[in-house]
Nanobody, 121 residues
Framework: VQLQASGGGLVQPGGSLRLSCAAS????????MGWFRQAPGKEREFVAA????????YYADSVKGRFTISRDNAKNTVYLRMNSLKPEDTAVYYC???????????????WGQGTQVTVSS
């Protein structure tokens, strides 16, 4: 699976962004999809994940209630809607694909290239 993330940018605190991750190659609906992020000087951390049918989702506590993950299997795309953004959300955001719904980054077998999100006034 090849993954292409997009939608990052510069936004003011309290603002919103929607990230997209387009997949190609193997059957997209065979995979759970996740979003991770990595801020400068910090380790990569889990943000959100969604299973193949979109009926199961996981969120990091730090984004719960602000971020929403969704997917459109007909378009081979997974989304991350980010509301009420905070400066601490600044990071490179990566999408990834795994066989099962999980928060564990080591279980993800395919990764996109990342898109920068900067939250600053």
């Amino acid at each position: 699976v090849q993954l292409q993330a997009s939608g990052g940018g510069l936004v003011q605190p309290g603002g919103s962004l929607r990230l997209s991750c387009a997949a190609s190659g193997r059957t997209f609906s065979d995979y759970a999809m996740g979003w991770f992020r990595q801020a400068p000087g910090k380790e990569r951390e889990f943000v959100a994940a969604i299973n193949w049918s979109a009926y199961g989702t996981y969120y990091a506590d730090s984004v719960k209630g602000r971020f929403t993950i969704s997917r459109d299997n007909a378009k081979n795309t997974v989304y991350l809607r980010m509301n009420s953004l905070k400066p601490e959300d600044t990071a490179v955001y990566y999408c990834a694909a795994a066989r099962l719904l999980t928060r564990d980054g080591s279980e993800y077998v395919y990764w996109g290239q990342g898109t920068q999100v900067t939250v600053s006034s």
